[in-house]
């Protein structure tokens, strides 16, 4: 049997349109072509219908010029190169040529696992749906899994449908559940969907990853895989089904976060005997597109009440560096947390001396006894704590608990005092009230953004990692359709969104200390398809640690742009420079 | 946006006898043929097609373009000599790919096959013998279906050369009739 071909089922005649082997049976895609039948597509599975081809005699047919012309066309464009892509023809997408390459690749045998660590906006999502679309045009492939953080599956069921009408099925619990209790005792529900899209949280579950893992995948896709580096259970799940899928494919914008044992075990996923790992990094220069970008740093002064917090909070930093003698780099970074909340908002750091206040004041709070929250309330994974108030850390404390207590209760003061007046919120209010456009407002901690959205005279919209997927999916929804908006993200809700259909104006309350995460920021606005100069602000608290991180941001940036091989680009290594160069600083100022 | 190329369907090639004065001087008594050769996997699609465009020169005048055999026309075309290169391209895409495909999925079979699972059992515990015994039925099924996509694989990885397929013939007018 030939695509294209005529043949003849219960009593009509139909055109071949798909063949697809199976074990024993061969799954037939048909088109009818005589009443009743004309128009309709239908499935048949041989041998258990009968079909039988028609003989059509083949003779030269006299057309008229248009018609030839057209058939020409048609011709032409159905055409097909052995290193050409069937699916780019029929995709709705604006095509790139940078965006053809992995699938390329993988059609011309170059590899089955594949790093796509473009820059942020080039494309990656439909470079893999370009790579999906390829391959089941060419039934190479049946069975995909897409995992995603469970905040993106939506959007990238939109995507595959939209663009490469594909259409595949989001993972969620209650589906399962649903699945499982219609369908026959030892079905696998999973089996049951050719193309899945669930999040990496979900899978990683050990109640679900047997079931998940049981069923033979062709293509894995991972969103976001910068996420599953490192020794983690995610990275377990994720290499679990990834030894097992015929093709993986690895989607991140920062696959290097300066931690080389993370990268490598990115590197790793899915590898069996001497697979290689095909790598695709472009940036924008490379590929030469998108719109301008201006990047202004907005100098803030802090207000009399802002400096005697900062001045307090450099006090008891001091106190903890001469209390513990030498800081060992988790000290560091724990009494880094502190600085960044104060740079972050006042607010922000009145709320963790409270709770640390109280956790002194009575037995119960002791430092690093948090109990683990069960995922009761959440089964997809959908809500996260990252941009919560951390637990204080066990290392921040002094011996003399009364000395403590006292310092603590100062900054305290001081915070609530500073809170009441924040200098950055007012330069905030006054660059919305100035640009007069909607525009997507990140800060590190949900506190701050709380604080924001009380704060802000403007109608907006809140994006945290405590909202489910339904929710944020509300409030991008009320984003998008509302002209003046004001967006509040925090950057675990704000990763892997496309906003740049709405808004080119991103403005950072404090700098995140890790580049690729500002990158990220800025990178929700600025991709492909923006039309628009995109403008990103970094509102500065002068007087304070914040430009020095800034000069050293910009020099990470300059860095890593001229040497984007570099195998330390930023990370852990970096964090703790941070900590130093801040919390240093704010202790020599005191001095 | 590209628009989608809907697979063109006629049962012959579609013959334009064309007046054009510009046309005519340029096949100057000649007739254009438009050949498609096709690789198709063992499911009848298409994987590897290239357009063919030649010319014939015409011994006589006034043919009835109904009455020419126009399948015979391919011998006189020599169409296969100009598409030498890329019958070995198209067979070596596809061999490198059904290679990587192939070598990736053995592998995955070895790695499952060599995993080895240790059980000793406790005196009288059915609860795990049945836990066992449901693994090792997963695992069995596992690796049945994994030796299925594998047949699959192999026997999709097969291309073969379709015949040539003339679709398009251009006639200039003072060179035929209907």
Redesign the interface.
């Known amino acids: 049997m030939q695509i294209s071909q005529y043949v003849r089922v219960r009593g009509g005649r139909w055109r071949v349109l798909d063949v697809r082997a199976y074990e024993g049976c061969q799954l037939v895609t048909l088109a009818g072509v005589t009443p009743p039948y004309v128009g309709i597509e239908r499935r048949f599975l041989t041998p258990f219908e009968a079909v039988d081809p028609v003989d059509r005699r083949v003779r030269p047919r006299l057309v008229r010029p248009a018609r030839w012309r057209n058939a020409c066309r048609h011709v032409i464009a159905a055409n097909r190169p052995p290193d050409g892509l069937e699916a780019a023809l029929h995709a709705r997408i604006d095509l790139l040529p940078h965006q053809l390459e992995p699938a390329l690749a993988i059609l011309r045998g170059m590899g089955s696992r594949v790093l796509l660590a473009d820059e942020v906006g080039l494309g990656k999502t439909i470079q893999a749906g370009l790579v999906c679309a390829e391959l089941l045009a060419r039934s190479a492939i049946d069975r995909i899994l897409v995992l995603t953080p469970a905040g993106l599956r939506e959007q990238w069921r939109h995507e595959l449908e939209r663009r490469f009408a594909i259409a595949a099925t989001t993972i969620e619990a209650p589906l399962l559940r649903g699945l499982a209790a219609t369908l026959p005792v030892g079905l696998n529900p999973w089996s049951t969907l050719p193309i899945a899209i669930a999040s990496i949280d979900y899978v990683k579950r050990p109640e679900v990853l047997p079931a998940a893992a049981s069923c033979l995948w062709d293509l894995l896709i991972v969103d976001e895989a910068h996420g599953v580096g490192g020794d983690s259970d995610r990275h377990a799940a994720v290499s679990t089904l990834a030894a097992r899928a015929a093709f993986v494919l690895l989607l991140t914008a920062t696959p290097h976060s300066g931690d080389r044992r993370a990268f490598l075990s990115l590197c790793g996923l899915g590898s069996l005997e001497s697979d290689p790992l095909l790598v695709f990094r472009r940036s924008r220069a490379d590929v030469r597109i998108g719109v301008t970008r201006h990047v202004h740093v907005t100098a803030v002064r802090p207000s009399a009440d802002e400096l005697r917090m900062h001045r307090s909070l450099a006090e008891y930093s001091a106190a903890v560096r001469a209390d513990r003698r030498e800081l060992h780099e988790a000290s560091w970074l724990a009494l880094s947390v502190l600085h960044k909340r104060a740079l972050s908002s006042a607010w922000s750091l009145a709320q963790s001396i409270d709770r640390r206040l109280m956790a002194l004041a009575g037995e119960s709070g002791k430092p690093g006894q948090a109990q683990l929250t069960l995922p009761l309330v959440d089964p997809d994974g959908e809500i996260t704590a990252d941009d919560e108030s951390p637990p204080w850390p066990a290392d921040l404390s002094l011996s003399d608990a009364d000395h403590e207590r006292r310092l603590l209760a100062e900054l305290a003061a001081h915070a609530r005092a500073a809170a009441t007046h924040e200098t950055k919120l007012t330069a905030l209010r006054r660059l919305l009230r100035r640009a007069r456009q909607s525009a997507v407002v990140f800060t590190e901690y949900r506190d701050t953004l709380v604080h924001i959205s009380g704060a802000l005279d403007l109608p907006c919209v809140v994006l945290h990692g405590g909202m489910t997927a339904r929710e944020r999916a509300t409030a991008l929804a009320v984003f998008s359709s509302a002209p003046r908006t004001v967006l509040l993200a925090t950057d675990a809700a704000g990763e892997g969104l496309n906003l740049h259909q709405s808004c080119r104006l991103v403005i950072n309350v404090e700098l995140p200390w890790n580049p690729m995460r500002l990158e990220q920021r800025i990178g929700r606005v600025d991709r492909l398809g923006q039309e628009r100069t995109v403008h990103a602000f970094h509102l500065i608290a002068a007087a304070t640690g914040e430009p020095r991180i800034l000069s050293r941001l910009t020099r990470r940036i300059a860095a890593a742009k001229a040497d984007i091989g570099a195998p330390d680009p930023v990370g852990i290594d970096e964090e703790l420079a941070m900590a130093r160069l801040v919390i240093g600083d704010a202790f020599d100022d005191r001095r | 946006?590209?628009?989608?190329?809907?697979?063109?369907?006629?049962?012959?090639?579609?013959?334009?006898?064309?007046r054009r004065r510009r046309l005519r001087r340029t096949l100057r008594r000649r007739v254009l043929l438009?050949y498609?050769l096709?690789y198709?996997?063992?499911?009848?699609?298409?994987?590897?097609?290239?357009?063919v465009a030649v010319t014939v020169a015409l011994r006589n005048t006034g043919i009835n373009?109904?009455d020419?055999d126009?399948?015979n026309a391919t011998s006189l075309s020599g169409v296969d000599d100009n598409c030498l290169a890329?019958r070995e391209?198209?067979q070596q895409?596809?061999?490198?790919?059904?290679?990587?495909?192939l070598?990736?999925?053995h592998?995955?079979a070895s790695?499952?096959a060599s995993l080895t699972r240790s059980f000793q059992p406790g005196l009288f515990d059915r609860r795990a013998h049945r836990a066992h015994t449901m693994r090792e039925q997963?695992v069995a099924?596992?690796s049945k279906?994994?030796a299925?996509?594998i047949?699959?694989?192999e026997?999709?990885s097969a291309i073969t050369l379709r015949a040539h397929e003339l679709?398009?013939?251009?006639v200039p007018s003072d060179a035929a009739r209907?």
């Open positions: 946006m590209i628009a989608g190329a809907r697979p063109f369907i006629a049962d012959g090639p579609l013959v334009w006898i064309t438009v498609r096709a198709e996997d063992s499911g009848g699609r298409v994987v590897h097609s290239i357009l373009v109904r020419v126009w399948s890329w391209s198209a895409i596809s061999a490198q790919f059904a290679s990587t495909r070598s990736r999925e592998a995955i790695t499952h997963d099924d596992f279906r994994l299925t996509r047949a699959a694989v026997s999709a679709l398009l013939v251009l209907v």
